[in-house]
């Protein structure tokens, strides 16, 4: 579908995630209530979501051209292999609505479901934008400045070469300039140290790389930066392979968790902590919405030819609801095609690089014989 397309369309698999229709047909509603120039493919079995579909506020007055039901029979589970997704289930939910985006009714997928599931259908059906070797996921975190952070990539891409982590870093800009309004955004490379010396020879690579970058005006690169980076907002993108990216976003999830538990037992251990706790509400209260990780759900999988989002799987009717305004925000601001120009200014670059990797692997290859 054209990304000039004055209404943006939303394909949604229905039936992903842990709860399925009753958590994603109640965020749907709850968007398009507040977005009703937007529409909406609701994909999944028309038998079960019909009904509870027409318990949500406010869709009987919501016409045909603004929702549509697009049958899927199949669902893939949460413990679904990716051959299973992909050869096995042909006409899940997961893969009909990706679909929707490859056949150009819909500008972009949205999904709770299996994150392996997601990735592998979507790049076997969308297939990767030139200049992109693979995609990664990118999602923000949310920092001491009252903004996100993007990170990229959090857990596509375990082992990543200096010139992925450059793509990445073109990637991660065109997002961060949809969604925080930024036309040059920064960049940070995440390393054990500031310093250039720091780190291995992949990091080092790359930061030459992303200095090259810079010079050229392909991007806004700041430098190396630290994991505490993440949160104190130092950059606005913030680039890692998946590895270290899925480590440090399950260790952030950790942590609050944790802290908010031992909130919770210190306020609670006797009478006075509980008059203590009243008194503390309206703080609490404030420190848990901007903390609140709801608030940041919907993580966007780069590199592909169409735009596809991820939502987490245990995701409550709102933060549902925020990964599908992210997703529209994303078609609505023509990400795809800010994120080819950025590839096409930084061909020569990427190009360079690549023949660099080709030439490293086949001198390693020579030595080892």
Not at 87 to 114: T, W
Request: with cysteine; hydrophobic share 45%; net charge neutral.
């Amino acid at each position: 579908m054209d990304e000039s397309s004055s209404k943006v369309v939303l394909a949604v698999d229905c039936m992903g995630g842990d709860h399925g229709p009753n958590v994603t047909l109640a965020a749907c509603a709850r968007f398009m209530r507040q977005y009703p120039d937007a529409g909406l493919l609701l994909v999944g079995q028309p038998d079960v979501l019909q009904p509870v579909w027409a318990q949500q506020q406010g869709v009987a007055a919501l016409t045909a051209e603004q929702v549509k039901i697009v049958a899927a029979t199949e669902v893939v589970a949460m413990d679904d292999t990716i051959e299973t997704a992909l050869r096995r289930k042909k006409d899940s939910s997961m893969r009909v609505a990706i679909l929707q985006v490859r056949d150009g009714a819909a500008h972009v997928a949205v999904s709770a479901g299996n994150t392996g599931a997601l990735m592998a259908v979507a790049r076997y059906l969308l297939k990767t934008i030139d200049g992109i070797d693979r995609p990664a996921i990118a999602s923000q975190l949310p920092n001491s400045k009252g903004g996100a952070t993007t990170v990229l990539d959090l857990g596509a891409n375990v082992d990543c070469g200096a010139e992925h982590l450059l793509q990445f870093a073109m990637m991660g800009s065109a997002l961060a300039s949809v969604l925080q309004n930024k036309e040059h955004p920064s960049v940070g490379l995440l390393n054990i140290g500031e310093e250039a010396i720091k780190g291995n020879e992949t990091i080092k690579h790359a930061r030459e790389l992303l200095l090259q970058a810079g010079q050229n005006g392909s991007l806004n690169f700041y430098g190396n930066v630290e994991g505490n980076d993440i949160f104190k907002g130092t950059t606005d993108i913030v680039v890692c392979d998946g590895f270290v990216g899925n480590v440090a976003l399950k260790a952030s999830e950790g942590l609050a968790s944790m802290v908010a538990s031992f909130l919770r037992q210190e306020f609670s251990r006797n009478l006075f902590t509980r008059m203590a706790a009243m008194m503390a509400y309206p703080v609490l209260k404030a420190f848990k919405n901007r903390a609140d990780y709801r608030r940041y759900n919907g993580a966007a999988l780069l590199g592909l030819r169409g735009l596809v989002f991820k939502s987490h799987g245990s995701a409550d009717a709102l933060a549902f609801e925020n990964a599908l305004q992210r997703a529209y925000d994303a078609a609505r601001n023509n990400l795809i095609t800010r994120l080819q120009a950025r590839i096409s200014h930084a061909a020569p670059l990427l190009e360079q690089a690549a023949e660099n990797q080709s030439a490293d692997a086949a001198s390693s290859t020579r030595e080892s014989v």
